[in-house]
């Protein structure tokens, strides 16, 4: 089962005085990419959180936002007057609102409020652990839902690949015995006599140049482990990525080969289904 890269996750828990709110939303990336926003007391411990996002993420561009809120009385905490005035100024430029929305949304960011403890409270870091778990697990199920759509979109064009494959061994005799009527028939045009054993000697070999036996072959076996891969307990995109250049390599020498025009219609047709095979993969995980 495959999963893809882009996903949303969002967890609240809620203690007595404060709201802890944990998001997390990821793209697609060749690698982990992430980008963490958190209030200044709980750096000492994003190195912590980064390692637990990426063991679980794995791939992608990802931004994870930890925001913590006063809902109760908290003699410890204190409003940093100078960092939420230059909030409120930067949103000002952006966005319009009155002062009193402004500040609503200030107080939101990173380091609106200062506390004056030096360590950082254990239950309250427990709390944003399992905010970060929960958003963890939601995105991981966003992900897998996306997932399911994709698989279903590559089935179909694998399917579309299959079936256009045996269109083209349908085509190949009539193909190779076109390609012999034309060298045929070019020789009579050349109104020379020929020795007719070295003439079949000389066709053969240049039929068998032409022959494209082996790409049917490889090409059915690469579209097999496609689908084989793609339904393994794994998501493996950069394993799909790579079957899918063999397939455009067998595709490609096809058509190189063909030297008939129904058939690199065919191809040119494959090409076309395994583009848009190729632009999804760029989201699987």
Do not use: W
Request: charged share 35%; glycine share 4%; no cysteine.
């Amino acid at each position: 089962m495959i999963q893809s890269m882009t996903g949303f996750g969002k967890y609240v828990v809620q203690l007595p005085t404060k709201k802890i709110t944990v998001e997390i939303k990821s793209l697609n990336s060749k690698s982990i990419d992430l980008n963490a926003r958190m209030p200044s007391a709980y750096r000492e411990k994003e190195l912590e959180i980064r390692k637990r996002i990426a063991n679980s993420l794995q791939r992608g561009k990802v931004d994870f936002n930890l925001y913590i809120e006063i809902t109760g009385d908290d003699t410890s905490a204190q409003v940093n007057e100078t960092v939420v005035r230059q909030y409120m100024e930067q949103l000002k430029s952006i966005a319009e609102g009155t002062d009193i929305q402004l500040m609503e949304m200030a107080l939101r960011l990173p380091d609106a409020m200062r506390t004056d403890k030096e360590d950082i409270d254990e239950q309250e870091y427990k709390a944003i652990l399992e905010a970060l778990n929960g958003a963890l697990e939601e995105i991981n199920k966003f992900r897998t839902e996306e997932g399911n759509v994709l698989e279903k979109d590559f089935l179909e064009r694998i399917q579309v690949l299959k079936d256009l494959l045996q269109q083209v061994l349908a085509m190949d005799p009539e193909r190779q015995a076109s390609i012999r009527e034309r060298l045929e028939r070019a020789v009579q045009d050349l109104k020379v006599e020929v020795d007719a054993n070295r003439f079949e000697q000389e066709l053969i070999y240049y039929l068998e140049k032409y022959d494209i036996t082996e790409e049917k072959v490889r090409l059915a076996n690469h579209l097999d482990y496609f689908e084989k891969t793609l339904k393994s307990n794994d998501s493996n995109g950069k394993k799909l990525g790579f079957i899918s250049q063999e397939i455009g390599r067998e595709i490609n020498t096809i058509g190189s080969k063909a030297n008939y025009a129904p058939m690199q219609q065919l191809v040119v047709q494959m090409k076309d289904e395994l583009e848009k095979i190729k632009e999804q993969m760029l989201n699987v995980l």
